[in-house]
């Protein structure tokens, strides 16, 4: 496991240079939240999140240039990865989201809505270390990736009808996995009173 986390730093930096050349490519093309979409989000989304996401649909979602080789130098060390980019159904980086499904299924936009919280609290470059630390924490379980696990869990309750803030309650859940996050977002993530 020592071996891996010295991969960590190196890794984080080929994603976070990934993550802002797709943004760079897919921001241009990408539309704001439709209003029906925004809607139905926004009980669980700071209206500043809301207002900046935006969605573009693709093919298939793309896969790092860097990813195989990766995935040789990990089978070289006995650790077999099991995620096809080309099978998954969306990705987010920053505020832009891709999708596949042409009829952006509600589900997953706020799962996808999540991870653009966690960007707007992390930033791009913490995020990317956070989401490499986490690949190796869970020991290459997607699922079990903290950014990840959260974002299910998150969006598991919205799909059962509950009242889920994600502003209000990420910030929090962000701390106890032990990410920084500054006083700033607690204030702008704090329940609006009327």
Excluded at 90 to 111: A, K, N, S, W, Y
Excluded at 152 to 167: H, K, Q
């Amino acid at each position: 496991m020592g071996l891996l986390r010295s991969f960590v730093p190196v890794v984080a930096g080929k994603v976070h240079d990934w993550i802002q050349s797709q943004r760079a490519e897919h921001l241009p093309v990408a539309r704001a939240l439709t209003s029906r979409e925004r809607m139905t989000l926004s009980a669980h989304f700071a209206e500043e999140t809301l207002a900046q996401a935006r969605t573009a649909r693709v093919e298939r979602v793309p896969s790092p240039p860097f990813f195989g080789g990766i995935l040789k130098q990990l089978e070289f060390i006995g650790k077999r990865v099991h995620f096809n980019f080309s099978t998954a159904a969306g990705i987010t980086f920053g505020e832009c989201v891709l999708i596949v499904d042409p009829g952006v299924p509600i589900d997953l936009l706020f799962h996808e809505m999540v991870h653009v919280e966690q960007y707007r609290i992390l930033g791009v470059k913490e995020f990317a270390r956070a989401y490499v630390q986490g690949i190796v924490d869970s020991d290459f379980i997607y699922e079990k990736i903290p950014l990840e696990a959260i974002a299910f869990g998150m969006t598991a309750r919205f799909t059962a009808g509950e009242a889920v803030s994600v502003s209000a309650e990420l910030p929090g859940w962000m701390r106890k996995q032990g990410y920084f996050v500054s006083e700033l977002t607690e204030k702008r993530n704090e329940p609006r009173r009327f």
